[in-house]
């Protein structure tokens, strides 16, 4: 195990951008990531000095003055697969928040020649990209169907700094660093108008427009529902919180619409997003218009997932047979 470096923010020592390393070791070694074998070199109080890219989440998008990140978590090693949500309280992604929160620079290595599709490795060694400064974040659901913590990075000029995006403190009171993250991370919870999610539930009286099932929760007759936004609210889908694009649905239908394993076509036919096979029609009420446009919308998040798991497979197919990769 090598010996972990303290931490610190900025560029290494005697390390230039575009630099390139041949393992995680010689990384560590020159001190530009000091968790060897990790993509995410910090922690939740003392936030995120470094990263690798390594093409290890099918959400990611790496350009060189923006980058979509996706946090850690929820990976099972064996496979490679999402099997769980992630969550901003993990140390990482807690870090990543904290960066955000206090304008900490981010040190981004990304790894060259991405191979394998369980455990994916850099076969070409790896580059030093230099800072990046944590604009943005947000929860969304990626295309593995799983919830997932993303992260805006903007490549920082010559000379520029990263400015801290410091959350306004309650009124008469000093925040502490976490509160401040505690109070950040609360902030993905979007205020949605309750005057939509009312009306359209009661339209349906609480019963699921998929499944028909309505869950009396008290001896008074009481249902419960959950309102269901066609068009994802919030970072990155920005849909709208109208009528017309949400769906009243019991907590099982609710989950699986959101996660693309339940579609809808343009004339409103269930169909199952994993098979793409008719379930049946949706229940809608005449005054329910529900937009086709934000249907589309959702078809398309998902499709775009089967899209890329098609092209990675092709890619791994074609790949010769063998291919040495480098180890960490």
């Known amino acids: 195990?090598?010996?972990?470096?303290?931490?610190?923010?900025?560029?290494?020592?005697?390390?230039?951008?575009?630099?390139?390393?041949?393992?995680?070791?010689?990384?560590?070694?020159?001190?530009?990531?000091?968790?060897?074998?990790?993509?995410?070199?910090?922690?939740?109080?003392?936030?995120?000095?470094?990263?690798?890219?390594?093409?290890?989440?099918?959400?990611?998008?790496?350009?060189?003055?923006?980058?979509?990140?996706?946090?850690?978590?929820?990976?099972?090693?064996?496979?490679?697969?999402?099997?769980?949500?992630?969550?901003?309280?993990?140390?990482?992604?807690?870090?990543?928040?904290?960066?955000?929160?206090?304008?900490?620079?981010?040190?981004?290595?990304?790894?060259?020649?991405?191979?394998?599709?369980k455990r994916r490795r850099a076969t070409e060694g790896y580059e030093y990209?230099?800072?990046?400064?944590?604009?943005?974040?947000?929860?969304?659901?990626?295309?593995?169907?799983?919830?997932?913590?993303?992260?805006?990075?903007?490549?920082?000029?010559?000379?520029?700094?990263?400015q801290p995006r410091p959350v306004d403190p309650v009124e008469g009171q000093t925040t502490s660093l976490e509160e401040q993250v505690r109070r950040l991370v609360a902030r993905e919870e979007r205020i949605r108008d309750s005057k939509v999610v009312t009306t359209v539930k009661k339209m349906y009286d609480n019963t699921c427009q998929v499944c028909g099932t309505r869950l009396v929760v008290s001896p008074g007759g009481n249902a419960y529902s959950e309102a269901a936004h066609i068009h994802a609210l919030g970072k990155p889908h920005n849909g709208p919180d109208l009528v017309g694009n949400v769906l009243c649905l019991c907590p099982n239908c609710h989950v699986l619409f959101d996660r693309g394993a339940l579609q809808l076509t343009d004339d409103f036919d269930i169909i199952d997003g994993l098979t793409r096979k008719f379930v049946r029609a949706l229940h809608r009420e005449q005054e329910h218009q529900l937009g086709v446009e934000y249907v589309r919308?959702?078809?398309?998040?998902?499709?775009?997932?089967?899209?890329?798991?098609?092209?990675?497979?092709?890619?791994?197919a074609d790949a010769p047979e063998g291919q040495a990769e480098l180890s960490l």
């Open 129 to 162: 990209r230099g800072l990046y400064r944590v604009a943005d974040h947000w929860m969304t659901v990626g295309k593995e169907g799983f919830r997932i913590c993303q992260f805006q990075l903007l490549k920082l000029g010559p000379g520029e700094e990263a």
């Open 297 to 316: 919308q959702h078809r398309e998040r998902w499709a775009n997932r089967e899209k890329e798991a098609e092209a990675l497979d092709r890619a791994m």
């Open 1 to 117: 195990m090598a010996k972990a470096n303290p931490a610190y923010f900025g560029h290494p020592p005697n390390v230039v951008e575009g630099q390139r390393f041949q393992r995680h070791t010689e990384l560590h070694a020159a001190g530009v990531h000091r968790r060897p074998g990790l993509g995410i070199s910090g922690t939740a109080k003392g936030g995120v000095d470094s990263i690798v890219l390594s093409g290890g989440y099918i959400d990611d998008v790496y350009g060189d003055v923006e980058i979509i990140y996706t946090g850690e978590g929820g990976r099972d090693r064996d496979t490679g697969c999402l099997v769980a949500d992630q969550t901003m309280d993990s140390s990482g992604n807690a870090g990543l928040l904290l960066n955000e929160a206090l304008g900490y620079p981010v040190r981004v290595v990304r790894g060259l020649g991405i191979k394998g599709r």
